[in-house]
């Protein structure tokens, strides 16, 4: 992988995931605003764990804000005067899919990768850059980064949940630059997803203490696709096409490889989603009704020249698998730039060297042939 070369800001916008709960909310929530100590042992009905958020927030003053909303969600802000803030929201997977659910993938506007969260936890790290370049000569920097650890609990056939996810948003006054920071942007995540999974049994097999964990990857961080080891790994090259911008593998409940031409012009997104992820992406097509997107009817399909889009599926312990590869939009709009005769057998074969290397590490069947 290769290294960051600039420093990561976190920007002062939510992540696409809390902006879409916080409207609903406001609109539906039953919101209990609480001041004192004791607020934190009712927050998020319970859920979380007080030394834990003491433990990264800070010891000040606290005010937590719930939500009792119902309808399979549970949210909370907890605010720590002098410390930082965690927005925290708690939801039964069986209700993704739905307008004011939505599981997250990354940062607003994707420009940068989240990357596993690994240690036997199924989650995503992830940050995006700040967008004006911190340049002191202009703007004043954040010196607060906004960081979102989001997890997939997989339950038990005994529990009456299928599975929970659990999505924090953590802002500390820390850099991420610095290694040693990280993983306490996700100790609120691990620690309420443990309770979360006692509290509703559950009965999820949980991760490891997060030790060490990769820097989300900027979308300037290229390196030559016959280097690539990770997402991109076994992706071959063609004209054109040559420059990669990935992440490494390990457990991501949602995967992302980009591919540039030698000029850095993005050619190709391809992602790979598994369990609730697939699941909310194939009924999002569905509510669509795009004949040229995946269905849940059509195990595979290979896009003709006027088309955005081929995908294949897989089979998977947690479900159906579904594995994309779209063109670029710059690439796509034929008033400016007409895609006369796109490599549609190089498309085929980049489709099917990355759904086979991403099911074989999550413990997949072979993917279907598109």
């Given at each position: 992988?290769?290294?960051?070369?600039?420093?990561l800001?976190?920007?002062?916008?939510?992540?696409?995931?809390?902006v879409?709960?916080?409207?609903?909310?406001?609109?539906?929530g039953?919101?209990?605003?609480?001041?004192?100590?004791?607020?934190?042992?009712?927050?998020c009905?319970?859920?979380?764990?007080r030394?834990?958020?003491?433990?990264?927030?800070?010891?000040?003053?606290?005010?937590?804000?719930?939500?009792r909303?119902?309808?399979?969600?549970?949210?909370?802000?907890?605010?720590?005067h002098?410390?930082?803030?965690?927005?925290?929201?708690?939801?039964?997977?069986?209700?993704?899919g739905?307008?004011?659910?939505?599981?997250?993938?990354?940062?607003?506007g994707?420009?940068?990768?989240?990357?596993?969260?690994?240690?036997?936890?199924?989650?995503?790290?992830?940050?995006?850059?700040?967008p004006?370049?911190?340049?002191?000569?202009?703007?004043?920097?954040?010196?607060?980064?906004?960081v979102?650890?989001?997890?997939?609990?997989?339950?038990?056939?005994?529990?009456?949940?299928?599975?929970?996810?659990?999505?924090?948003e953590?802002?500390?006054?820390?850099?991420?630059?610095?290694p040693?920071?990280r993983?306490e942007?996700?100790?609120?995540?691990?620690?309420?997803?443990a309770?979360?999974s006692?509290?509703?049994h559950?009965?999820?097999?949980l991760g490891?203490?997060?030790r060490?964990?990769?820097?989300?990857?900027?979308?300037?961080?290229?390196?030559?696709l016959?280097?690539a080891?990770?997402?991109c790994?076994?992706?071959?090259?063609?004209?054109?096409?040559?420059?990669?911008?990935?992440?490494?593998?390990?457990?991501a409940?949602?995967?992302t490889c980009r591919?540039a031409?030698?000029?850095?012009?993005?050619?190709?997104?391809?992602?790979?989603d598994?369990?609730?992820?697939?699941?909310?992406?194939?009924?999002?097509?569905?509510?669509?009704?795009?004949?040229d997107?995946?269905?849940?009817?059509?195990?595979?399909?290979?896009?003709?020249?006027?088309?955005?889009?081929?995908?294949?599926?897989?089979?998977?312990?947690?479900?159906?698998?579904?594995?994309?590869?779209?063109a670029a939009?710059?690439?796509?709009?034929?008033?400016?730039?007409p895609r006369?005769?796109?490599?549609?057998?190089?498309e085929r074969?980049?489709?099917?060297?990355?759904?086979?290397?991403s099911?074989?590490?999550h413990?997949?069947?072979?993917?279907?042939?598109?």
């Amino acid at each position: 992988m290769a290294v960051r070369p600039t420093v990561l800001r976190a920007v002062a916008a939510l992540c696409a995931v809390a902006v879409a709960v916080t409207g609903y909310l406001l609109v539906h929530g039953d919101f209990q605003r609480w001041s004192d100590e004791s607020a934190l042992d009712g927050a998020c009905d319970g859920l979380l764990d007080r030394n834990a958020v003491r433990g990264v927030l800070g010891p000040g003053s606290v005010e937590v804000e719930n939500d009792r909303s119902g309808a399979g969600l549970v949210g909370c802000e907890v605010h720590v005067h002098d410390g930082g803030t965690a927005e925290i929201r708690i939801v039964d997977t069986a209700r993704t899919g739905q307008s004011w659910i939505s599981l997250y993938t990354g940062p607003p506007g994707a420009s940068a990768l989240s990357v596993p969260l690994g240690h036997g936890w199924t989650g995503l790290f992830g940050a995006d850059p700040d967008p004006f370049g911190a340049d002191p000569d202009l703007f004043e920097a954040d010196e607060d980064e906004e960081v979102t650890t989001s997890l997939i609990l997989e339950c038990t056939e005994a529990s009456s949940a299928k599975g929970l996810s659990i999505t924090v948003e953590t802002t500390l006054d820390k850099t991420l630059d610095n290694p040693a920071n990280r993983p306490e942007f996700t100790t609120i995540a691990t620690s309420t997803a443990a309770n979360a999974s006692k509290t509703r049994h559950c009965g999820a097999k949980l991760g490891k203490p997060v030790r060490s964990l990769d820097l989300p990857v900027n979308e300037d961080e290229y390196e030559p696709l016959g280097t690539a080891d990770g997402t991109c790994s076994g992706i071959p090259a063609a004209h054109g096409v040559a420059i990669a911008t990935e992440t490494a593998r390990g457990g991501a409940p949602h995967e992302t490889c980009r591919l540039a031409d030698t000029d850095l012009r993005k050619r190709y997104v391809l992602e790979a989603d598994y369990g609730p992820y697939a699941q909310e992406r194939l009924l999002g097509y569905e509510e669509n009704d795009d004949e040229d997107t995946p269905s849940a009817d059509t195990l595979a399909h290979h896009r003709d020249p006027d088309g955005s889009m081929s995908w294949t599926t897989a089979k998977c312990p947690d479900g159906r698998a579904l594995f994309t590869l779209q063109a670029a939009d710059e690439q796509n709009d034929k008033r400016k730039n007409p895609r006369r005769h796109p490599d549609l057998a190089h498309e085929r074969a980049a489709l099917k060297a990355f759904a086979e290397r991403s099911a074989k590490a999550h413990g997949c069947s072979a993917p279907a042939i598109p």
